[in-house]
């Protein structure tokens, strides 16, 4: 009997619980696990304009309760995600999000506009905070000047929902937040990965090919959790908050500190069923708990 | 093939040496089918070190006690806590990933292990004995001591041996075995697993003698199904996930 | 026969072991599990002008492979120290440098005057990172021209070793780095705690009194890794690299970043002895690999 | 008093209920002395979950049989994983920590717990006869279940109990028990230890009616022994180490 919708400013979720880019592929292969259609939203894998192979490996490195990975967006480019996955995708029952990565405002523009053409597409989100490319990635989302410019070129040609995604390697999230909400977001994710670093003390060697990569997981969750709550402060729009959710109780903590919805991300890869059990457990919680919505949690803190 | 996750129960260790154990793990009801070649992702308890799942290959298979045997070296944390797993434990997998080794045309193969990656080759033996094959085993190791589940094997097929020390079989490397020279005109296929750099030579001399090679490649993984795009290999078609489209390769088909 | 001493810009340490401010108190605390003199260093705790209460319990959340902190500095004022701890301190028969945090530059420079005086101080460490006081502390810490200004001021009146401890929650920390080097800086050690945050899904409130406060420990260290190692790169001046280090290759790897030494904090918690541990950990290391000094580990990660 | 980190062996772990254990550790050589009102920081192997140390009171001690008691109650991972060691497991102390109770001036004396806060209070019994007092325990829990250990405190002492559902002794909280009202007036020292709320109301009833009162926190700490600053109370004197100048305070000294 408990609400689980979730208005994420116009576009109706029916519960919370999203799973994260690059952490669920297209959601097939999840599919043998559980009914996909049970989440509130998929986020499909980071997509480029152009194909791009990603990093050498190796791309993964295990770091105490986190790992880092340095994938850097391998994709087939939007126009192979257009006309070959789009097709297999839309009717998977829950809104399927693709995350937008470019190197060049103009890629991220052409990207938005091929997605804006795939009807049942409801929104995109625009990863500026991605650390693993050379060039444009992680660099738009850490000044408010880039960031903004290259949400208010998306703006301009997208006309769904757009979310941005932000990196949390910066001085003063919130300042990021306000200037891409001013810039015309519709919604705001956070985290990204924090950069990081490993290496082998027996060979005295990076663990990465790329030396640093992103670090995902629970031990970033307490700063993914900081961030999401300076963030809400500073925005009106809806927040999708992220970094290091492994249950129910993660995912609580992050709509009491002000988030509307959630994306689950390497969760997924030890529990191929983690996201469903959220599902199940927000509903519980709300339940014991005497919330007749979950939308009551978000930002229910009491400070 | 379809995917799974359920908790097996352990109902052996048995401890081959100081660095090898076997465990036998069942199935809480009836055991899907799989293949040899694939593996499975082991959920690792209890390990403050241990933040994802271990990839470990399908060692055996009873399909009616519904049991398989994983064979684990210990080499970091995650193995030694699986190592140290009881009897009644229980042990959580998602299984079975990956693709599996082909059947060979003809006859005659050969498959070549060294270290853990002897683990796929023993229900890979047993899959070619059930389809009318003889496999021929030539197993290395730096000691005698690296040498293990001989018999299991030799129960197969026709089982060669090499270490470095000479301690037991020809001393050398696999690839010095005189196996590798007095048959090589016979020998149709070549289905080998272990530490890259033996593959490599062993690949390369399947090459240079025409000879089709299948490796079986351990990539570190964070999944182990497709999910995370970590695994790569470099192939002829760019990278391909070691998971999904591995992990086993022809060997002509990597980029090595 | 391991040579263990490493040169920080002309101070001399025994061994590149230190302990970090805030989580070995004067040293004391620990003699009865060992010999501190074993050490390269102590960095006491945060060290005000004045006498601070700290902030209010709850100060403490555990999170993944590390706890959230928000003493706030909780001390009785330099001038305290120098007359009732100093005197007590002084022969421990290790460097026991005095870390210095404060809300102003005036303070900084009153505070590090003081320490000036006390002939058996080498050194100071600038804590300009630190998150957990109203006013000032990481502030500093977080754009250049204000981690240049106490810098410089404290130079002036400082004459011994000047270490400049920075925080991690910036967008560019070798920047940061770069430019307390240009203001005088001896030596640069990273990283102080990363904000988060922490909340009890069960009475949704925070469980710091403060609401934020510092991240330590293992869930930290790639990100300090990777910070030690942007920094190196950047300056010429020693590093002491910290941030999650729990054992010998946890040291090794920031030795290998860049670090010349290296602080341990939030692993004394759980294991009191583990400094001593370190030093003897680095000379097996060393003589297991063929290093005569062990200062030949720094920066020798091979790229 | 000097500390000390040792690895003491498990050597019971008798379960009270679903929530409460006992464990009796071994120490490997010869115990150093302990006080009634110390507690130990309990290293939690095994525990993802679980980063830091987990401070327990002393519950008893046999300096004898070189053993001290824990009495556990399972309320997270922490306490799970304790409550789940078996005979023979290491279990790493450090040890002993904190201030402890003192000796009452004149005879009377009762010591008032609830919940895990009873843990203290057994070996304070102890210390009381061996010094000549005669000790009364008044032991309070929701229902009967949570009344553990009474056979080993009323060996030492006469005990009164209360519950909130009155399975057990008298019906509330330990504050209404009779033995407050009618011997009030002969106490000269009361000890308590269990939830803020039950020992802030027995401190506000020590104070007025003239009675000394010590009571034992259990404010979070991350070290246990002074090095973190974390588990401060706030006291006259302003912010005070729960785990050195505590865990036991004059219940006056405290800002409650
Ligand atoms: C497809 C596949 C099949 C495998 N089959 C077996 C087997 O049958 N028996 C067996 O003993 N081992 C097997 N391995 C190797 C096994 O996965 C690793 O030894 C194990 O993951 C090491 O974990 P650890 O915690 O003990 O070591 P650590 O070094 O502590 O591990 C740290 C991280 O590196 C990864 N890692 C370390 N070494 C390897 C490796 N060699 N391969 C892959 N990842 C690694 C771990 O998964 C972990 O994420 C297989 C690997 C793959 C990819
Ligand atoms: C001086 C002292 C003596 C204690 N004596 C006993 C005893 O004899 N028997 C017993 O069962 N318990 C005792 N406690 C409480 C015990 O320390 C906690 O129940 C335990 O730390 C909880 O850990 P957890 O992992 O099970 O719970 P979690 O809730 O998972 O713990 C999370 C974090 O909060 C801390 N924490 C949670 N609850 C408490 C608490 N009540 N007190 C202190 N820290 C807490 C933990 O240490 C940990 O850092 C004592 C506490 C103190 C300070
Ligand atoms: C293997 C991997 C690949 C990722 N790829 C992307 C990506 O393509 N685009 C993106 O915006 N974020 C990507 N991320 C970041 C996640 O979406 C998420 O922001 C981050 O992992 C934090 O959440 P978590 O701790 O739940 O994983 C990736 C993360 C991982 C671990
Ligand atoms: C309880 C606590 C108190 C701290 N107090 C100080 C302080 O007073 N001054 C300071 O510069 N850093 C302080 N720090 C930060 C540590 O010195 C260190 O920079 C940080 O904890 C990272 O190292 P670690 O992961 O090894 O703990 C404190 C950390 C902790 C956990
Ligand atoms: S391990 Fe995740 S895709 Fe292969
Ligand atoms: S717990 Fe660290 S000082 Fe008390």
Known sequence: MVDLKIDLNGLELKNPVMTASGTFGYGEEFMDFFDISRLGGVMVKGTTLEHR?????????????????????????????????????????????????????????????????????????????????????????????????????????????????????????????????????????????????????????????TITGGLSGPAVKPIALRMVWQVAQAVKVPIVGMGGIMNTTDAIEFMLA??????????????????????VGLEQYCQENGFSKVSDLIGAMEV | MKKYIDDFKVIKNERLNYEYVILTLQHPGQMPEMMPGQFVEVRVDNGPNTF????????????????????????????RLMGQLKEGDNCNLVYPLGNSFSLPEKK????????????????????????????????????????????????????????????????????????????????????????????????????????????????HMACGFGACLCC????????KCTCTDGPVFDSTYLKW
Do not use: W
């Open chain 2, 52 to 79: 994802l799942r271990r990839p470990i290959s399908i060692h055996d298979v009873d399909m009616e006690a519904n049991t398989m045997k994983l064979l684990v070296q210990e080499i970091g944390d995650g193995t």
């Open chain 2, 108 to 219: 005659r193969v050969l498959l070549v292990g060294g270290g853990c990656g002897i683990a796929p080759l023993l229900y890979m033996g047993r899959h070619l004995v059930a389809n009318g094959i003889e496999p021929q085993f030539l197993l290395g190791a730096r000691t005698q001591e690296g040498l293990i589940a001989m018999d299991a094997f030799s129960e197969l097929g026709q089982l060669y041996t090499t270490t470095e020390d000479g301690s037991h079989g020809t001393k050398g490397f696999v690839i010095h075995h005189p196996v590798m020279r007095t048959q090589s005109p016979e020998i149709d296929q070549i289905y080998t697993c272990g530490p890259e750099a033996m593959m490599k030579v062993v690949a390369k001399y399947a090459k240079n003698h025409g000879i089709k090679c299948e490796v079986s490649l351990e990539n």
């Open chain 1, 53 to 209: 192979e990603g990093n050498a490996y190796p791309r993964m490195a295990e770091t105490p309760q986190g790992m880092l990975n340095a994938v850097g967006l391998q994709n087939k480019g939007v126009h192979y995600f257009a006309e070959h996955i789009y097709p297999r995708i839309k009717d998977y029952g829950t809104h399927m999000f693709v995350n937008v990565s470019g190197s060049k405002i103009e890629d991220y523009i052409k990207t938005a506009e091929v997605v804006n053409d795939l009807e049942h597409i409801p929104g995109i989100e625009l990863n500026i905070s991605c650390p693993n490319v050379k060039e444009g990635g992680m660099a738009f989302g850490t000044s408010c000047p880039s960031a903004v410019a290259v949400v208010e070129a998306v703006r301009k040609v997208y006309k769904k929902h757009l979310m941005v995604k932000l990196s949390p390697n910066v001085t003063n999230i919130a300042e990021i937040g306000a200037a891409v909400e001013g810039a015309g977001a519709d919604s705001i994710s956070l985290i990204n990965t924090l950069l990081g670093m490993a290496i082998d003390a027996k060979t005295r060697k990076p663990i990465l090919s």
């Open chain 2, 232 to 239: 790569v290999a470099d192939t002829l078609d760019g990278h």
């Open chain 1, 258 to 279: 002000g988030a509307s919805a959630i994306q689950v991300g390497t969760a997924n890869f030890i529990d191929p069923c983690v996201t469903d059990k959220i599902v």
